[in-house]
């Protein structure tokens, strides 16, 4: 699994549950090393044994560490980054989702060795959507339910989400938006604060 993504769940666990969780949970997991470096890449199962020590730990089921793993990478302050780039996907939280089918491609760009899963969406309906996840490795399903629910907030959208579960390699999301403009959204401008021209 690429660091990046170990990475990803190392910040979650320390911006969420603190540092000391952190060295407990790397303690427990017995994985030789106390911090992922984002551009190696490490065997799958040392990855899995984290989520697994994680989910023990604090008595959480996999599929909801997951999702709450996916609403942090979009809300937590300390990964503005990516919330910004996903929100260039669009005015809107429609079409946030219609950009998702390039993701991948985008994510392949900016780091070549990053094996993202495939986006497709379907639109069936103006506010009645599915989207495959297809992956190698179950779970980005659960992530990208978190991503979505924490996308839609910051659009200020209402929108009802379920996970339908897995079929061989690809996930599926059903996604209801019913009410586009249901709160004030967080505010977005192209050059962040502070930037100089």
Request: glycine content about 8%.
């Amino acid at each position: 699994m690429h660091g990046l993504m170990n990475r990803a769940v190392q910040c979650f666990v320390r911006d969420t549950y603190g540092p000391k969780v952190w060295a407990e949970v790397v303690l427990r997991a017995d994985i030789g090393l106390d911090n992922f470096e984002a551009m190696f890449s490490y065997d799958d199962r040392t990855t899995f044994c984290v989520l697994d020590t994680i989910c023990e730990m604090r008595a959480k089921p996999r599929d909801a560490l997951l999702e709450d793993i996916g609403t942090y990478l979009v809300s937590h302050p300390n990964v503005e980054a990516l919330r910004r780039l996903l929100r260039f996907g669009g005015a809107g939280f429609a079409d946030f989702l219609h950009s998702l089918d390039d993701l991948h491609d985008r994510a392949k760009l900016a780091v070549p060795d990053l094996e993202l899963p495939k986006l497709e969406l379907r639109a069936h309906t103006a506010d009645m959507f599915s989207l495959s996840v297809t992956s190698a490795h179950p779970g980005f399903g659960n992530v990208m339910v978190g991503v979505l629910q924490a996308m839609a907030d910051d659009y200020g959208a209402l929108a009802l989400l379920e996970f339908k579960g897995r079929r061989q390699t690809v996930e599926t999301i059903e996604i209801r938006i019913l009410e586009t403009s249901f709160a004030e959204g967080r505010s977005f401008e192209l050059v962040s604060a502070g930037a100089k021209p």
